[in-house]
């Protein structure tokens, strides 16, 4: 094959997602000169934590004021930022359009509406953000359960608020954010039930630092405005189960050594948030497991800096993936600005156009991230905790319970991918991401492993894709119309050692 026929690069750096993360860094690589694409799933730029400001602030309604003043000060704090984004000449930003596949070599597979292609960068930058920790109890199938993440979506962008009894489970502050949202709205929750406790904030304490003082006292206010409101609130609940027939109608859970119930028309759960680790692990990237969040996230260097656990066979040159924001570290909207910051300085010296991160870059990501120690411990997981029993759904695409799973495993598919292989489990359309941590946990329950976690083998597409788009792709480097592959469906009851991502 002629060099000519290797097609050339479409920039200097891909980011994939436009949040607070993916902004910041577009805007310090195209000051210094790079050419950037900036690819985003959503309408307008924000991301999750910014999402529909643009529209927000333009909307001078009254309710349109009501619901600005509900979402609060650190919403309102981005428009700065995305206007920032928005006026810098030289981003090539391209919205609604979807990656399902990402190369090590910087080869990045897009689609928008019909159309789907390759562009290809010098570097890679990952800011897709994180997922909240998947939740798998009894009747969390349920119409009218939701996450807390999708209720805030619903308000920002749909500016849909919820009526009846909502009740709020789980743990983390965006539990409580999210009730003083509702409570401003003028929807008083009917009950929070928080799976942490006294003792877990006290050992939090140990943890904390001066620059984590002030999100704790904000947290504290949260809990005092609810208190002040006569919002009934339990700690150390467990054991919660969602009923209901054609929607959910009542939920049962355990606190303070008592069974209780309470009907309810609404409810939001959230265990915690974790690195959305869907792009990651197709690419191939080392992931490593965090015990005291119970989730996976990409092994980086402190700038970003991915390496490929793909074997030689599939993929023997140099990675030029980085991950920075939520996607490597939930630190929020400041934390994900900062890392941005410090990962475009990076990606700047890997081209030969700077030296690297300054000082004042890593000071500011370090002063942002201290909080984190204190909020692992105050926050742990709580609803995800224990494995769920036999008759719970586990993998929801393919309504695949954890008794199945566990009769699967016992008759001897006690590896990830022939796990997969012979249920469908993580087939469906979200690929894993709802389903993935907790068959891995069902298999280390049976193995009585203690390392890390297996995960599925990654593989595109990370999103569906018609079959029509794959058929006009455009961009296509061809020489990777000839890729090898890897046998990943042992045989029927054969032990294997599982393939765990490197440390």
């Not at 304490?205 to 002030?214: K, M, Q, Y």
Request: hydrophobic share 40%; glycine share 10%; with cysteine.
């Amino acid at each position: 094959m002629t060099q000519s026929n290797i097609p050339p690069y479409d920039a200097d750096v891909i980011i994939v997602g436009c949040g607070p993360a993916g902004m910041t860094a577009a805007i310090e690589l195209v000051q210094a000169g790079c050419s950037v694409i900036v690819l985003d799933m959503q309408l307008t730029p924000g991301g999750q934590i910014f999402r529909s400001l643009e529209a927000n602030l333009r909307d001078n309604s009254p309710s349109g004021q009501t619901l600005l003043a509900a979402l609060g000060p650190t919403y309102k704090a981005g428009a700065e930022l995305i206007q920032r984004f928005r006026t810098c000449r030289g981003i090539d930003y391209r919205p609604e359009t979807t990656v399902w596949e990402v190369r090590p070599d910087g080869t990045v597979g897009w689609l928008q509406g019909t159309n789907a292609g390759y562009v290809r960068g010098r570097q890679v930058l990952l800011a897709h953000g994180a997922m909240e920790r998947p939740v798998p109890f009894p009747g969390w199938t349920l119409p009218g359960v939701m996450t807390a993440g999708a209720v805030q979506t619903l308000l920002k962008a749909g500016h849909l608020k919820p009526t009846g009894n909502v009740v709020l489970a789980g743990t983390g502050p965006l539990l409580l954010l999210l009730a003083n949202q509702l409570h401003q709205l003028g929807i008083k929750p009917t009950l929070i039930g928080r799976t942490d406790r006294f003792a877990d904030a006290l050992s939090g304490v140990s943890h904390l630092r001066p620059d984590g003082l002030l999100p704790l006292i904000k947290g504290l206010g949260w809990i005092a405005r609810l208190k002040a409101a006569g919002v009934k609130s339990v700690t150390g609940l467990k054991d919660l189960a969602a009923h209901g027939h054609q929607k959910v109608e009542a939920i049962s859970f355990t606190a303070n050594g008592r069974q209780q119930t309470q009907p309810c028309d609404l409810l939001i759960v959230h265990d915690g948030i974790v690195p959305s680790i869907d792009i990651p692990n197709s690419v191939g990237l080392r992931l490593q497991w965090d015990e005291a969040n119970a989730s996976w996230r990409p092994d980086t260097t402190f700038d970003g800096q991915t390496a490929s656990s793909l074997p030689p066979e599939l993929y023997a040159g140099r990675c030029v993936i980085r991950v920075t924001g939520d996607a490597r570290r939930i630190g929020g909207a400041d934390a994900a600005m900062a890392h941005g910051r410090l990962a475009a300085q990076s990606i700047l010296a890997a081209l030969g156009q700077g030296t690297g991160p300054c000082s004042k870059a890593v000071r500011s990501v370090r002063k942002s991230l201290s909080v984190r120690p204190f909020l692992d411990a105050a926050f742990p997981p709580g609803l995800s905790r224990a494995l769920p029993e036999n008759d719970t759904i586990v993998c929801r695409c393919e309504e695949l319970t954890a008794g199945k799973l566990r009769e699967k495993i016992r008759s001897g598919f006690r590896n990830m991918d022939a796990l997969r292989g012979e249920t469908r489990c993580g087939m469906g359309p979200c690929q894993g991401r709802s389903c993935m941590v907790t068959a891995a946990r069902l298999l280390q329950e049976h193995t009585h492993a203690t390392a890390c976690p297996p995960t599925f083998r990654g593989r595109p597409p990370i999103r569906p894709i018609p079959l029509g788009a794959i058929a006009n792709l455009s961009g296509l480097d061809p020489r990777a119309t000839i890729r090898l592959t890897l046998e990943d469906k042992p045989e029927h009851g054969v032990e294997e050692t599982v393939d765990v991502p490197a440390e």
